[in-house]
């Protein structure tokens, strides 16, 4: 297994960008007017490989939606046409995740996630939000980035020390980036689609959001119900978590749900490299030697990792999940002698994530003795992931402004369709009970279809998810309430 500390996901999966400076263009009105497609080239030795068919675009979008006549950037679009004209449904639009996602790699590299029956009769067509990759991207400075605090303070000196932080880190993006950076919430980003959906000339779209991106698709069906055909939310934020508390419960509760998972599993199967070990043991040994510095990174065997990396580390383990190569890699960590480098680095998080989860979540803390309580409340309900990886987007809120987009109940009226909800019973970014609460709040516009399995996202979760899904998608066949599919367990 690859431990990857530079890849973020926040359930909320949070991603990363490339630090350096960039200037924003302002000129030019937004327009709605066709899209010219020409083919996509690759952009450079680090673009992923580029599959015959796939097509891109610049579509110019304001700045801020509220002034609709003011300053412009470029949006980048990417479709790849249905392979059977002929049996062509409309335009499928992903929703991409993290936030940090590329829709337009996504698109590039062939979409593969989806099945050759949704490709054959659907344009998929992506994007890369406001703020990602091509998109008028947000560039901070690097040395600034190396500065990255810890998302777990030892005391008010380093609680405060972490807000004037942030705030000198969102003053140095702004800077480089440009008016763009103070409107990367979703509410810009539903309009950003929709502005999309126009260009193509299409009355209305097929929608399919993954993670963050069915907050996207929520707060669409909240703004343009009769521009819906279709919708998908696999693996569901719920954005009504009303506080800090209540939104690191759900994440921690998720994490250490899954990684009990893991434990079970390895339990069971001889072919794991931990049977017959004390796992939850192992693990507390592992934790206790990182605080003290005696557990190497896995990408940097001679520096020394923190406790919330290693957690974050493993937390990504889980989204395949990646249970042998998990077992295989804490086997190594245990056996390790201490690294001999000087104490960690920072992970070099940049802010693109950060400033678009920022302006999506209100989740104050007031002072070091409330954000302590918080953590040893998770430590007492969840002993094994007592760091959630979304800890770190809280902590890096600390000291913004309020939410532009702040989080709140779904209201959606006026739907033709039911939207398909998508989510496993152990997945652990966006636990079963979001996705339960997201089918509350849209009543009977809402159907959640359970994957009885393990992971970050269910699409791919046997023949029994994808045939369903794939059957509301083309057909509009809704699945009845209370569908589950078995699970299907992970190699071994």
């Known amino acids: 297994m690859e431990f990857r500390q530079r890849a973020l996901a926040c359930g909320v999966a949070l991603g990363v960008a490339t630090a350096g400076l960039a200037t924003l263009p302002v000129s030019a009105a937004a327009t709605t007017a066709q899209v010219q497609w020409t083919d996509c080239k690759p952009e450079g030795k680090d673009d992923p490989n580029v599959v015959k068919g796939s097509q891109c675009a610049t579509l110019q979008v304001p700045v801020d939606w509220r002034n609709p006549n003011g300053p412009s950037f470029g949006l980048a679009i990417a479709r790849r046409t249905a392979k059977v004209p002929g049996d062509r449904v409309g335009v499928l639009m992903w929703g991409p995740g993290g936030p940090g996602d590329s829709g337009v790699d996504r698109v590039k590299t062939g979409m593969s996630r989806f099945s050759q029956n949704l490709q054959n009769r659907f344009d998929v067509v992506s994007f890369d939000p406001r703020g990602i990759a091509r998109s008028s991207p947000v560039k901070c400075s690097a040395a600034l980035l190396a500065r990255q605090p810890s998302p ?35 509410w810009q980003t539903v309009r950003d689609v929709d502005a999309i959906r126009a260009a193509l000339g299409e009355s209305t779209i097929t929608f399919h959001g993954s993670s963050y991106g069915t907050l ?158 918080l953590l040893s409340r998770l430590a007492r309900n969840n002993p094994d992931m007592r760091y ?93 309430r209370g569908t589950a599919c078995p699970a299907v367990p992970p190699v071994s």
Not at 357 to 363: A, E, K, P, R
């Open 152 to 186: 777990v303070p030892k005391s008010q000196a380093d609680f405060t020390a972490t807000i004037r932080y942030n705030r000198e880190l969102a003053a140095d993006c702004r800077k480089n980036t440009g008016p763009v950076y103070d409107h990367l919430d979703t």
């Open 388 to 480: 959630p990886g979304q800890l770190i987007a809280v902590s890096m809120c600390l000291g913004m402004p309020p939410a532009d987009n702040p989080q709140h109940r779904l209201k959606v009226h006026g739907l033709d369709e039911a939207i398909l909800l998508a989510n496993a019973i152990h997945d652990p970014a966006t636990g079963y009970n979001w996705a339960q609460s997201v089918e509350r709040q849209l009543g009977r516009h809402g159907v959640l279809l359970t994957y009885e399995g393990w992971g970050h996202g269910s699409y791919d979760g046997g023949p029994c998810m994808e045939n369903t899904i794939d059957a509301y998608l083309v057909s509009l066949d809704v699945p009845d």
């Open 216 to 373: 996207l698709g929520g707060q669409y069906a909240e703004t343009y119900p009769s521009r819906i055909r279709a919708m998908v939310l696999e693996s569901v934020v719920d954005h009504s978590a009303p506080s800090a508390k209540s939104f690191l419960d759900a994440q921690a509760s998720a994490a250490q749900d899954s990684f009990d998972e893991f434990v079970k599993w390895c339990d069971a199967a001889t072919t794991c490299s931990l049977h017959g070990r004390e796992i939850h043991a192992l693990w507390a040994g592992l934790l206790a030697r990182a605080d003290r510095g005696e557990v190497p990174d896995p990408q940097k065997p001679d520096l020394p990792i923190t406790p919330y990396w290693l957690s974050f580390n493993v937390f990504r383990a889980l989204y395949g999940p990646q249970w042998p190569a998990l077992a295989d890699t804490l086997k190594k960590l245990d056996a390790s002698a201490p690294p001999t480098g000087q104490p960690p680095v920072p992970t070099g998080l940049a802010s693109n994530t950060l400033a678009v989860f920022c302006q999506d979540w209100n989740l104050p803390v007031r002072n070091y003795q409330e954000y302590a309580g």
